[in-house]
């Protein structure tokens, strides 16, 4: 059943909010955003045709709000509604909302939702498929007497997750039984907060495997291929940070038969529309099935870059009921991509989160080089949501091309206001084990105790320049002159010259 | 120096103060740090953002104000820098003192919502006891007592909102800095 979508609206925000209305863009689609009372300003809300209010700040108030999102969404005549990641998203109640309001939902059917956005559930599925898998529960926890009970048949360390989650939240790996009923309780509070529904389950943890995930589109011709893998090992709080396609740890065999076990889960689920099989892959190369994401990832970039497949048009393409525009071997990987994702947290400060307003903005540009971002120099980073700014994603035609490039362009990356996770992924980029591919979820914190904020190369550089503008506020402050906090000094334009430091003729008086 | 005043600064990294003099000579700064002289030409290229040429090598350099102290990040690294006037310096440093009562005060570091408070006034905590969770962009964010002490005053409850530089605890006697 072929329905050309016409009007797409875009139940999210952020960089991936800018992401879906591009695609639009590109294929004459109208977009309609909706934004939160804090998000006036954001993006999106710039660059759609249309942009509504649907709500107070906290997300539960607005995004998370079914009912506010389709009123918009028929006020607007919208056909089509794209939930992008988090939120709605993995939300199988939106889907059938959707389906019952007469809109077509960018993603798979609420039944394959279900299916899989239950991580015990989608468990099953792969363990009747085969699919190798890590010991754990297939059920959420009923209690904690429960946990301690089963935990213990399984043995420490193990890893508490929330059923209905994502992201990372609402994770935490326990070393200890003493230390289980305290991760029990936040794991509940952060998936609840998270995604209103606080059930977590447990399976044994695998010590410093690496994550590598599976790309895969279906049609509702029922065909699904797969686009190969990405490599998250990257990962803080087990968030991940930088990622890549390919992996330098999967072979062509290895990404067939992972590539066919993503497959096979997709199908078994009537799985329609991009989604991604999440694995765990241990030193030996053995693969288990983690949990499949009903929703585009975060960083489904590197695998366009690699790919040349464009996945938020291959969703709007099935979406339209069309068929694919690729069969399985018609997917070729060319090169490599990496990605990292600029966080506004204080990496030296425990990564706590760092709204706020960005006084000035630089982003790199140049050969190969992609910016995915949801901010703008004068943006202020509300303190409601996540914490993501912008995604930095480089090509090059092999790996230590495409490291050379991407250290490259953070080097050019300006952020000027908040903080941000720019100098620590500077220097994973730079580590011996990331160059040399050796890479596992345990790498950052093997890294961080010897990461600090600076080694002392350019201390007498950032003593120069500190005093220097001190210097310079108070012949300011002495002279009279306006604009002594060095931003207002040249009036409109933030972005020309603001004023300058030093030059013959620019200061009177002397 | 072309009859340009010439400055002289304490700027203090860590715990080393360094002497910085500094002039301002027919639109560049001739700066003293040390043994070292050099020719510094300086220009902002976007508030808060620094093209510094020294002797033609470029650096850019990104300086912000923060609670008093100037924040520098260069070449990927980031410096805390308190810059005095010297003689302010002297005057400061002259009477010695404590440790300020900031060190004994847990502060809220960014804006939140309090979702847990584990330790109650009288409470005895040990270095890496969590003392509070804020919740702030979807993240439980646990803060844990760096050393150990006893907890004076609890001033937050769990499900109030909190503002950046907000007291959240005060530690009481004993031991030192408690600065979570």
């Known amino acids: ?510 | 120096m072309d009859g340009a005043i010439a400055v002289k600064y304490v700027a203090t990294v860590g715990n080393e103060s360094r002497v910085v003099e500094i002039a301002d000579s027919n639109g560049r700064y001739r700066v003293t740090l040390g043994e070292s002289e050099w020719a510094v030409d300086v220009r902002a290229a976007m508030p808060g953002v620094y093209s510094i040429l020294i002797d033609g090598v470029s650096y850019v350099a990104d300086v912000v104000d923060r609670e008093g102290a100037c924040v520098v990040e260069v070449a990927g690294e980031r410096y805390e820098i308190v810059v005095e006037e010297q003689t302010r310096h002297i005057i400061r440093t002259r009477g010695g003192g404590g440790a300020g009562a900031g060190d004994r005060t847990l502060t809220a570091p960014l804006p939140g919502k309090i979702s847990r408070v584990a330790v109650r006034p009288g409470d005895a905590v040990s270095a890496g006891d969590i003392l509070l969770v804020i919740e702030a962009m979807k993240m439980e964010n646990e803060f844990r007592a760096a050393v150990a002490g006893t907890v004076a005053e609890v001033r937050v409850a769990p499900g109030q909102a909190v503002n950046a530089g907000d007291v959240l605890i005060v530690m009481g006697g004993g031991s030192d800095g408690n600065r979570a």
């Not at chain 1, 309780?185 to 695998?206: D, H, I, P, Q, T």
């Not at chain 1, 087990?238 to 740890?249: A, G, I, N, T």
Request: with cysteine; charged share 25%.
């Open chain 1, 1 to 510: 059943m072929k329905r050309k979508l016409r009007k797409l609206l875009i139940a999210n925000r952020g960089e991936i909010a800018v992401r879906v209305i591009r695609a639009c863009r590109e294929q004459g689609i109208a977009t309609v955003a909706v934004f939160s009372e804090v998000d006036r300003d954001a993006l999106h809300v710039q660059l759609a045709d249309e942009a509504h209010p649907i709500g107070p700040a906290p997300a539960l108030e607005s995004y998370l709000v079914i009912d506010r999102i389709l009123a918009v969404a028929r006020a607007a005549g919208a056909d089509a509604i794209h939930p992008g990641y988090g939120f709605l998203s993995e939300n199988a109640s939106f889907a059938e909302a959707c389906a019952d309001a007469g809109v077509t939902f960018v993603g798979p059917p609420a039944a394959a939702i279900r299916a899989m956005g239950s991580k015990t559930a989608a468990r099953t599925i792969a363990r009747d498929l085969g699919v190798p898998m890590v010991p754990g529960t297939l059920d959420a926890l009923e209690s904690d007497a429960a946990a301690r009970t089963t935990a213990r048949e399984i043995g420490y360390p193990v890893m508490l997750k929330a059923a209905h989650g994502g992201g990372g939240k609402g994770m935490r790996l326990v070393q200890r039984e003493e230390d289980l009923a305290e991760a029990l309780r936040s794991a509940r509070a952060e998936a609840g907060a998270a995604f209103g529904n606080a059930a977590v389950y447990l399976e044994r943890a695998v010590i410093e495997p690496r994550h590598i995930e599976i790309q895969v589109l279906g049609d509702a011709d029922g065909r699904v291929i797969h686009l190969g893998e990405r490599e998250c090992s990257i990962q803080r709080r087990h968030q991940k940070l930088v990622e890549e396609c390919p992996s330098s740890f999967v072979d062509a065999d290895l990404r067939a038969r992972m590539g066919d076990a993503a497959c096979r889960v997709a199908a078994a689920a009537g799985y329609v529309n991009a989604g991604t099989v999440e694995f765990l892959v241990d030193a030996e190369r053995n693969f288990y099935f983690l949990e499949m994401n009903t929703r585009l990832q975060v960083e489904h970039p590197v695998t366009e870059m690699v790919t040349g497949m464009d996945l938020v048009a291959e969703q709007l393409r099935i979406a339209a009921g069309e068929p694919l525009s690729r069969g399985q071997d018609d997917v070729t990987w060319r090169g490599w991509a990496i990605e990292c994702r600029v966080n506004a947290e204080d990496p030296f400060a425990g990564w706590l989160p760092s709204p706020g307003t960005i006084t000035a903005l630089r982003a790199p540009s140049g050969p190969w080089v992609r910016d995915d971002s949801g901010v703008y120099e004068g943006y202020t980073i509300p303190r409601f949501y996540d914490t993501l700014m912008s995604k930095l994603i480089v090509w090059g035609a092999d790996r230590a091309i495409a490291c050379d490039r991407m250290a490259r362009a953070l080097a050019e990356y300006r952020v000027v206001g908040v903080r941000t996770t720019i100098p620590v992924l500077e220097r994973i980029i730079a580590h011996p084990d990331f160059r040399a591919g050796r890479l596992s979820t345990a790498f950052l914190e093997r890294m961080l105790p010897a990461v600090h904020s600076n080694d002392g190369r350019h201390r007498d550089v950032a003593i120069l320049a500190a005093v220097i503008a001190e210097y310079e506020r108070g012949r300011r402050a002495a002279l009279g002159a306006p604009g002594a906090d060095g931003q207002s000094a040249a009036g409109h334009d933030p972005r020309a010259v603001a004023w300058r430091l030093s030059g013959a003729g620019t200061w009177t008086g002397r």
